[in-house]
């Protein structure tokens, strides 16, 4: 039964391990993604920028718009800044979920592995009395 416990627990341990490292792979996939997003859009934005900045001769309007640039690329890494709190906050509410599942699981197989032996247990006593009244 030892053996059995030790077996059905590796088990739970290996699938916990294979659960987090899909949820780690499902993560990472969309960071990248919402990275890759990002990055096209201050692209995009970037390009828009330099190509009004070169229609524009007056320097105050330049200034102008190197503060938007530094504003939309203050707002980009807000949003990266919160996208990642997000899947940070996701990923722990996640966790523990799991842990919380596997915790309940690991007390119920207690609970039965405890039953059992308590059943063998009076198995193993009434074999013994009657042993003892037998002999």
């Known amino acids: ?46 390009k828009a920028e ?12 330049s200034l102008e718009l190197e503060a938007l640039r530094l504003s939309l690329n203050n707002l980009h890494t807000s949003q990266l800044e ?13 966790l523990v979920e799991l842990r919380e599942m596997l915790n309940d699981k690991r007390a119920q197989e207690v609970a039965i592995l405890q039953s059992r032996h308590q059943l063998e247990w009076e198995k193993i006593k009434e074999h013994c009395l009657k042993e003892k009244e037998d002999l």
Do not use: G, P, V
């Open 50 to 61: 330099i190509e009004h900045a070169q229609l524009q001769s007056q320097t105050l309007h």
């Open 82 to 94: 919160l996208t990642q709190s997000n899947l940070r906050k996701e990923k722990e509410t996640a």
């Open 1 to 46: 039964h030892e053996r059995e416990h030790d077996r059905e627990i590796s088990e739970l341990i290996t699938k916990h391990k294979e659960e987090m490292e899909e949820l780690r792979a499902e993560l990472n996939k969309e960071k990248l993604h919402l990275l890759d997003e990002l990055e096209q859009q201050m692209a995009a934005t970037h």
